[in-house]
Structure formats: structure tokens, C-alpha cells
């Protein structure tokens, strides 16, 4: 099993960058595709962003694209989300999640999940 813990959610304004990490302990990191999600007070959970378990294969939902870009360093464990032009709708607790499936690009592939952290975007 895969442990999470995100950080480097915070307050930003509106325009502003945030760039999150997700580390992993426990079981083979480099085995899982990762995954970002993000959910806001009242709404569902969203995916966001995924990468394959080399680090080549990525998948954006329309949210991500353009303004964020996944990424992950299977040296140091840990996946990032490098968020730009940020918006107050991106307002939410954002998650990483891992999977040993290969099917990264569907939501409902994720056995693994962090706490989240909290990103704020202020207008």
C-alpha cells in the first residue's frame, strides 16, 4: 500500500502560481500512475490531472489544460501539480491518489488516497 501526503496548498491571488507535492512512502512508488483530484465546499469530487507510472504518459481534464502541468520525480517519491494563472474557482482541497491500473485516465482507477490540502484563490 501507498502512503500520501500532499502540501504546498495555500492563499493566493487571483493570476497567482502554486505548485503542489504529493510524497509517497510505502510500496514501489514508481509502480503507480498518480493522479490529482480537487473537490469545492458543495461539489463533487473533480479529477484534474494524471501521469503514468514512467512519468511519459500524462492526461489533462479540461480544467488542467493549458494552465496546469503534472509532473513526478520517482527519485524523490513525489508527484507535483504546478498550477498557474490561478483562478477563484480553483478554490478547493486538492488530492493525489495512486493506482497500479493502467487505466490512469479514469477517475475511478484510484485505490490510493493523500489527506489533500487546501488551495484558496482570492479575487
Known amino acids: 500500500q501507498v502512503q500520501l501526503v500532499e502540501s504546498g496548498g495555500g492563499l493566493v491571488q487571483a493570476g497567482g502560481s502554486l505548485r503542489l507535492s504529493c510524497a509517497a512512502s510505502?510500496?514501489?512508488?514508481?509502480?503507480?500512475?498518480m493522479g490529482w483530484f480537487r473537490q469545492a465546499p458543495g461539489k463533487e469530487r473533480e479529477f484534474v490531472a494524471a501521469?503514468?507510472?514512467?512519468?511519459?504518459?500524462?492526461y489533462y481534464t479540461d480544467v488542467a489544460k493549458v494552465r496546469f502541468t503534472i509532473s513526478r520525480d520517482n527519485a524523490k517519491n513525489t508527484v507535483y501539480l504546478q498550477m498557474n494563472s490561478l483562478k477563484p474557482e480553483d478554490t478547493a482541497v486538492y488530492y493525489c491518489?495512486?493506482?497500479?491500473?493502467?487505466?490512469?485516465?479514469?477517475?475511478?482507477?484510484?485505490?490510493?488516497w493523500g489527506q489533500g490540502t487546501q488551495v484558496t484563490v482570492s479575487s
Open positions: 491518489a495512486g493506482t497500479l491500473r493502467r487505466t490512469y485516465y479514469l477517475p475511478g482507477s484510484y485505490d490510493y
Open positions: 510505502g510500496r514501489a512508488f514508481s509502480s503507480h500512475a
Open positions: 501521469i503514468s507510472w514512467s512519468g511519459t504518459g500524462t
